[in-house]
Nanobody, 125 residues
Framework: QVQLVESGGGLVQAGGSLRLSCAASGSIFSINAMGWYRQAPGKQRELVAVITGGGNTNYTDSVKGRFIISRDNAKNTVYLQMNSLKSEDTAVYYC???????????????????WGQGTLVTVSS
């Protein structure tokens, strides 16, 4: 089966940097768009950044100029480089993939709307 596994969260001081990684495991054929969402305590989950299979990116306004999303298609991995972190960036960050094609035996299968388990980022002021 296919899973998204995140890593890289932790505690950092305001102004510092962290790099999140999310690797898709399984017999992956291709992944369409991948992205990062976050959910702060008491708030709704929000989209942070997205990258298409072709490498086009989009960011929520609050992280533009500070965060960079990238991907390595050969490794089926998406990254989020977070710089100049602020206390308001504190949240659980979730990796997302909208459409994964993967092998199950001799067949190609579709998996839609895949989520990672989440990784906590805490920014201390």
């Amino acid at each position: 089966q296919v899973q998204l596994v995140e890593s890289g969260g932790g505690l950092v001081q305001a102004g510092g940097s962290l790099r999140l990684s999310c690797a898709a495991s399984g017999s992956i054929f291709s992944i369409n768009a991948m992205g990062w969402y976050r959910q702060a305590p008491g708030k709704q989950r929000e989209l942070v950044a997205v990258i298409t299979g072709g490498g086009n990116t989009n960011y929520t306004d609050s992280v533009k100029g500070r965060f960079i999303i990238s991907r390595d298609n050969a490794k089926n991995t998406v990254y989020l480089q977070m710089n100049s972190l602020k206390s308001e960036d504190t949240a659980v960050y979730y990796c997302y993939a909208d459409h994964i094609l993967y092998y199950s035996g001799d067949y190609l299968r579709n998996k839609f709307d895949s989520w990672g388990q989440g990784t906590l980022v805490t920014v201390s002021s």
